[in-house]
């Protein structure tokens, strides 16, 4: 009978070893379902095709503020500048990960003096002379070691890390999108805050008028005071009102301050641009699958869901044994002179295997970890999905009813200030009481304000649609 030679014998036995510690520690990772969410077929406030228009309609894109501040805040915001430091955090994650899966070589070079009591090998030792009692080595070397990954465990890890550079990317993105939503609607904010305060100016003026009428009847002898009295009451009211309107701005341009990174003149300056007259755009028609394409939060979600199932892997290979390559080339020689002879020349050659065999459940441990940060990590992800509709829902209906609303109130101002103008000929042509004016003018105040306001966020409702949608590339 043949018998197997002891070079054969070896590399059996390693096998079988490596086998058997792999039947002993390794298994499969929990399975975790991360089933697609299910999504309507349409948005039940959206309009038809027919009627829509584009996304980058949605936002005042014409308007010199915006294009100004935008521009700043996407060049210098502070949030937009941390978000994208995080990608440049994760993309050296992933280089990170993917040189461990490379040869890792060094190397060293030493001078090492020794000196030795040579009477340790015998009382007569010192006398012969024949030990150097004192002796000086030389030695460079470098070395190399290579973990195979044979089970894929780096492999894993580094899916995770290049997931995670997509990941803090949508992120990013996300971080941009609130950004611009943000300063789109604190630039509709001013300009409606103008028109507010042009109706409010109107109301002051058409107040005093009265006023100034009540008194020269007064004088005249033909009316009491107190119709002068509710007069400028009326007119101090529209200025309260008109006064407030000032802490507002305030409050804009230090919201826009954050947001850009720019100094309060800056913001000013780019705010007192005379701005385009507004016009609501038409809504435009979106599928709820375009969510799951378009919203950078979704994306982010999705991106960090498919990094944690990498973490599960990499942490169930942990079961696996681990193999090794590691190699030495060096020099050593104990005179300078002789450190580059060929006789200097040293160097090995090995080969590791590690596993683990008993960790009193230190790994189950940690692959429990990984698996319930997966489940969060999916909660997250729906999360997310059902948020961007949601979002998208409201935002179509706000589309809707703020227009509604837009409407009526322009229509209540156009009936109430002819009201109020026709009470005022009336009363003066003698064929009304000043209170009837008084009471005509009382109704008409404020109406070309809510008109004004109403229209405000009629626009503010298309940037939040815009946002909801995902927006788009500037």
Do not use: H
Not at 69 to 93: T, Y
């Amino acid at each position: 009978m043949a018998r197997l030679s002891p070079a054969l014998l070896r590399r059996s036995f390693a096998a079988a070893l490596a086998l058997s510690l792999g039947a002993c520690v390794a298994g499969p990772p929990p399975e975790i379902a991360t089933p697609a969410p299910e999504l309507p077929e349409s948005f039940l406030f959206a309009p038809s095709a027919e009627t829509s228009a584009t996304l980058a309609e949605l936002l005042p894109s014409d308007d010199p503020a915006f294009i100004d501040l935008s521009a700043q805040a996407l060049d210098s915001a502070p949030s937009l500048q941390e978000a994208l430091a995080r990608i440049d955090i994760a993309r050296s994650g992933a280089r990170r990960a993917g040189a461990a899966r490379l040869p890792l070589v060094t190397g060293d070079a030493s001078a090492t003096g020794t000196r030795i009591n040579p009477n340790q090998f015998g009382d007569g030792a010192a006398q012969g002379g024949f030990i150097d009692t004192e002796q000086v080595q030389y030695g460079a070397n470098v070395a190399a070691s290579w973990d195979l990954d044979i089970f894929g465990r780096l492999r894993a890890q580094e899916r995770a890390a290049i997931a995670r550079i997509d990941a803090a990317s949508a992120s990013a993105g996300a971080v941009r999108l609130a950004l611009v939503a943000e300063i789109a609607s604190s630039v509709i904010d001013w300009r409606t805050f103008s028109e507010r305060q042009e109706a409010l100016e109107q109301d002051v003026l058409a107040a005093e008028q009265l006023a100034g009428l009540a008194k020269m009847r007064e004088d005249a002898g033909l009316a009491p005071g107190f119709d002068r009295v509710r007069a400028e009451a009326a007119a101090s009211a529209s200025r309260s009102r008109l006064a407030a309107l000032a802490s507002e701005r305030v409050r804009i341009i230090g919201r826009l301050v954050t947001l850009t990174g720019q100094n309060a003149g800056v913001v000013t300056a780019a705010l007192e641009k005379q701005g385009p007259a507004g016009v609501r755009a038409l809504a435009p028609a979106a599928v709820p699958s375009l969510v799951l394409t378009n919203r950078p939060d979704v994306l982010a979600a999705t991106a960090e869901l498919a990094a944690t199932d990498a973490d599960l892997a990499a942490t169930a290979r942990q079961r696996f044994p681990q193999f090794t390559l590691s190699a030495a080339l060096g020099l050593l020689a104990f005179n300078l002179g002789d450190l580059f002879n060929s006789d200097s020349l040293v160097g090995s050659l090995s080969a590791g295997l590690a596993a683990t065999l008993l960790d009193f459940g230190r790994i189950e441990a940690e692959i429990d970890g990984a698996a319930a940060t997966k489940r969060a990590a999916f909660a997250a992800y729906r999360g997310a999905v059902f948020q961007a509709l949601g979002e998208a829902e409201t935002a179509y209906g706000l589309i809707e009813t703020s227009d509604r609303e837009a409407d009526l109130a322009v229509k209540e101002r156009d009936e109430l200030q002819r009201a109020a103008s026709l009470a005022n000929s009336r009363y003066r042509a003698g064929l009304a009481d000043f209170l009837t004016v008084l009471e005509a003018r009382r109704a008409a105040d404020a109406s070309g304000e809510r008109a004004a306001a109403a229209l405000g966020r009629a626009q503010r409702a298309r940037v939040l649609l815009w946002q909801a949608l995902g927006g788009e590339q500037m």
